[in-house]
C-alpha cells in the first residue's frame, strides 16, 4: 500500500540544522588540522604519544564523526513528524556538542562532562522517529 507523507514548512529548519551540523563538523576537522600544525603533530599519526591536548582535540573530532551519521539520520527521520521541535532538538544536540568540545579541547578530558545535555536532544530526536515509524506501521 502506498503511503503519502507531505513535509510541513518548517521543516525548512530540519534541514539548516543538518547544513549547521555539517558545518560544525568541518570547524572541528580544521581545529585539528591547526593543532596538528602548532603541536607539531605529522600525517598519518591519528595522536600524540606526548601531547594530550592534541589527543583530546583528535578525539572531539572523531568522536563527532562517530555520531554524526546517527544524528542526521534521526533528525531528518524524526523531523518528518515533528519538524520544528526536531530542529530545536538538533539545536540542543550542536550546543551541547560545542560546550562538549570546548571542554575536551583544553586538554583535560573531565571538561567535557559539561556538554552532555547533548543526550537530551538526541533522545528528542530518538522519540520523534520511534513514533513516526510506529505510526507508518499503524501501530499507534
Request: proline share 3%; net charge positive.
Amino acid at each position: 500500500m502506498a503511503l503519502t507523507i507531505a513535509i510541513d514548512e518548517d521543516y525548512g529548519y530540519v534541514i539548516v540544522v543538518g547544513v549547521l551540523s555539517m558545518l560544525f563538523g568541518y570547524g572541528l576537522g580544521a581545529n585539528v588540522f591547526f593543532a596538528r600544525k602548532r603541536f607539531g603533530i605529522k600525517y598519518p599519526a591519528m595522536y600524540s604519544d606526548t601531547n594530550m591536548q592534541f589527543n583530546c582535540m583528535q578525539r572531539v573530532h572523531a568522536n563527532y564523526l562517530e555520531m554524526f551519521p546517527t544524528f542526521l539520520a534521526l533528525l531528518f527521520c524524526g523531523g518528518l513528524a515533528h519538524p520544528f521541535y526536531c530542529a530545536i532538538a538538533g539545536l540542543i544536540y550542536l550546543l551541547g556538542r560545542l560546550v562538549y568540545s570546548i571542554g575536551y579541547s583544553s586538554g583535560d578530558p573531565q571538561k567535557r562532562l559539561f556538554g552532555l545535555f547533548m543526550y537530551l536532544g538526541l533522545i528528542y530526536l530518538l522519540y520523534s522517529t520511534l513514533e513516526l515509524a510506529l505510526r507508518l506501521m499503524r501501530w499507534i
